[in-house]
């Protein structure tokens, strides 16, 4: 069972947009603005999308945004695009004896 | 170009040991912490080990420790982890990770991953 909890799976039609949960405690997403979201490809690396919440590495695009509210944060997908299909990672710092943790990853289907 | 590659996976019986390294390029190695992070097979994404920049701090998961040693040589730009008492869930591409600046979570450089395989 992983530390963070993100929904199974997630879907929507090109255009259209869709937004990711990732839930943890106060030990690590409501403790810190250590939040980073991943995606990956099938067969390949993770590819970092968002770090410290809300900020977008250079080359990413601006369709992706991360927010969070309490032990949740979120990752938004706007305009879907049927190369965003793909699994999404959240994680967390957690403190020093956790560091860092995972949540189990959502598969996001394009329509 | 920024690069990292891991080396080091392969086959090992239950309760053996085995040494994974990645050789950084392309970056200052020396200004940032590294960490391990491996998928088993069909699963999602496990954090392993982390290394601060200069080799002084460590982090394991608590999967791993006691078991796995993180190391890094700034002189030869390398990161290695050294795994011991190997068991079958320990099965996994083992991906090494350069961490953002400042950040505790955000790994923006990732290589292609090694394989490392215990049979029972």
């Known amino acids: 069972q992983s530390a963070l909890t993100q929904p199974p799976s997630a879907s929507g039609s090109p255009g259209q947009s869709v937004t990711i949960s990732c839930t943890g405690t106060?030990?690590?997403?409501?403790?810190?603005?250590?939040v980073s979201w991943y995606q990956q490809h099938p067969g390949k690396a993770p590819k970092l999308m968002i770090y410290e919440v809300s900020k977008r590495p250079s080359g990413v695009p601006d369709r992706f945004s991360g927010s969070k509210s309490g032990n949740t944060a979120s990752l938004t997908v706007s305009g879907l695009q049927a190369e965003d299909e793909a699994d999404y990672y959240c994680n967390s710092h957690a403190g020093s004896n956790n560091y860092v943790v995972f949540g189990g990853g959502t598969k996001l289907t394009v329509l | 170009e920024v690069q990292l590659l891991e080396s080091g996976g392969g086959l090992v019986q239950s309760g053996g040991s085995l040494r994974l390294s990645c050789a950084a390029s392309g970056f200052t190695f020396s200004s940032y912490a590294m960490s391990w992070v491996r998928q088993a097979p069909g699963k999602g994404l496990e954090w392993v080990s982390a290394i601060i920049s200069s080799g002084v701090t460590t982090f394991y998961a608590d999967s791993v420790k006691g078991r796995f040693t993180i190391s890094r040589d700034n002189s030869k730009n390398t990161l290695s982890l050294q795994m011991y008492s190997l068991r079958a869930e320990d099965t996994a591409i083992y991906y090494c990770?350069?961490?953002?600046?400042?950040?505790?979570?955000?790994?923006?450089?990732w290589g292609q991953g090694t394989m490392v395989t215990v049979s029972s």
């Open positions: 106060s030990s690590d997403i409501g403790g810190y603005n250590y």
């Open positions: 990770a350069k961490a953002i600046v400042g950040s505790r979570s955000g790994f923006d450089i």
